[in-house]
């Protein structure tokens, strides 16, 4: 079903202060980038869960992309 879809992908906290945590099924790459399009953060991947210390990020919205053998996912995310 739709819902079991959507359930695949887990992004949290979000707000998030030190530590994002990414659940989701074979991923092969995340990134991380401002809302004017510039790549803050990018990781090349074969796992299912993913750490992402953000401590370093200005305070703000950013946009996650997480790219899997199933597809591409985009997220907003807030870093406090």
Do not use: C, R, W
């Amino acid at each position: 079903s739709l819902e079991e879809n959507h359930d695949i992908f887990k992004i949290y906290p979000n707000p998030v202060e030190e530590t994002l945590m990414i659940n989701a099924d074979n991923i092969k790459n995340i990134k991380i980038f401002s809302l004017t399009g510039v790549v803050m953060y990018e990781k090349e991947t074969n796992a299912n869960n993913v750490n992402i210390n953000v401590e370093d990020l200005p305070s703000g919205s950013y946009l996650i992309q997480i790219i899997t053998t199933e597809g591409t996912t985009t997220k907003q995310i807030i870093v406090k």
